[in-house]
């Protein structure tokens, strides 16, 4: 028997999110079923919906970025209980196979994960997000919501968090590193807070000065434009640049403020190829770098860190009326700094 779950659909590319209902699957032996309290907004949500990413799969329920409380398990469970807090980020599952799910880095999947919506299960049928009061999904892709955190500024952990998270961890970021933050918008203002928690002195780069008062807020240490004089006068200062923001940049400027072996990671996703000089890189041993959300291991990692440091995002709260309103606000960089959906508004 499927179970009967109230959702925002938007039937096709575009169009506006209708109240309506879809189907969930039968609880499978290792199955939660999962209530959702919040779903946040992220930009991918958008583009998705809006089909600016190539064909989507159409009625659509975005969201994936998923808190909620378990209220069922299936009687193969071990992982979670009834009760329990949880999440569930951007993938529901993967072959768990191939080199990259063996080493716990299922976003790189070789064949592909099944992503949170937008996606299609192995058996060819279409996964539905998290703009929805309920979804099933395999207790190995539920990630536990420590106590500490609020369920509501916990959403958008699952995917602007470990988006950040990952690549401030793989590439080192700590005491005694130099982190730049591009962008403080969903992405930008968690990589703030966490790459202040790890230790890291911190510069935000951001087109204005205007959200500067909540940057140092966050934990920023200094906040900048991103101006050409700006970029000048920080050659060789950082480490390690996390460039959150989906907009063409002066590639070659940004790599010239990294010091020795440097590295600048992209983890938005301009639509425009980018342009840089390879003496930008060989001058003084920089790279540049893509990272792309995180793994189930990494993204609990990420949850518990976050717990022990206080961080959650900074959310405005919705309700399922004002989705498409948010959307376009999102798009115009009108929020601080998440939409998060109460999804108790979303049964008609
Ligand atoms: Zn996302
Ligand atoms: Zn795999």
């Not at 992982?79 to 599952?93: E, L």
């Not at 937008?118 to 058996?123: C, G, I, M, P, T």
Request: proline fraction near 3%; charge should be negative.
């Amino acid at each position: 028997m499927t179970i009967t779950v109230p959702a925002l659909v938007t039937p096709s590319a575009g169009a506006a999110f209708e109240r309506t209902t879809i189907e969930r699957r039968e609880l499978g032996e290792h199955d939660v079923l999962l209530d959702i309290a919040y779903a946040g907004i992220c930009h991918s949500d958008i583009h998705q919906a809006r089909e600016e990413w190539g064909a989507s799969i159409f009625p659509m329920v975005p969201g994936h970025e998923i808190a909620g409380v378990v209220s069922a398990v299936g009687a193969g469970v071990t992982k979670h209980s009834v009760g329990d807090r949880v999440g569930v980020g951007c993938f529901v599952d993967s072959c768990r196979e191939c080199r990259s799910c063996l080493a716990g880095e299922e976003q790189f999947c070789e064949r592909g994960n099944v992503a949170t919506y937008n996606s299609r299960y192995a058996d060819g049928s279409p996964t539905y997000g998290g703009y929805s009061t309920q979804i099933v999904v395999d207790e190995s892709y539920v990630l536990a919501i420590p106590d500490g955190i609020s369920l509501d500024v916990a959403a958008p952990l699952l995917c602007a968090g470990i988006t950040t998270y990952s690549p401030l961890r793989h590439w080192g970021a700590g005491p005694g590193t130099k982190v730049a933050v591009v962008g403080m918008g969903g992405l930008g203002h968690l990589a703030v807070k966490i790459a202040h928690a790890l230790g890291a002195e911190v510069t935000v780069l951001s087109h204005t000065l205007s959200k500067k008062d909540d940057g140092l807020r966050f934990g920023a240490d200094h906040y900048e434009t991103g101006d050409r004089d700006t970029l000048r006068r920080l050659r060789g200062s950082f480490d390690l640049i996390i460039n959150t923001v989906s907009a063409d940049l002066p590639v070659d400027a940004y790599l010239r403020t990294l010091a020795l072996d440097g590295t600048m990671v992209f983890v938005g996703a301009p639509e425009n190829k980018q342009q840089f000089a390879v003496f930008s890189l060989i001058g003084a041993r920089r790279s540049i770098a893509g990272s792309n959300i995180g793994g189930i291991r990494e993204t609990q990692e990420m949850l518990d860190f976050c717990a022990q440091h206080g961080i959650g995002a900074e959310i405005e709260t919705i309700t399922a009326d004002d989705v498409d309103k948010a959307y376009d606000r999102v798009v115009g960089s009108d929020v601080r700094y998440r939409f998060v959906i109460d999804t108790a508004t979303i049964p008609a």
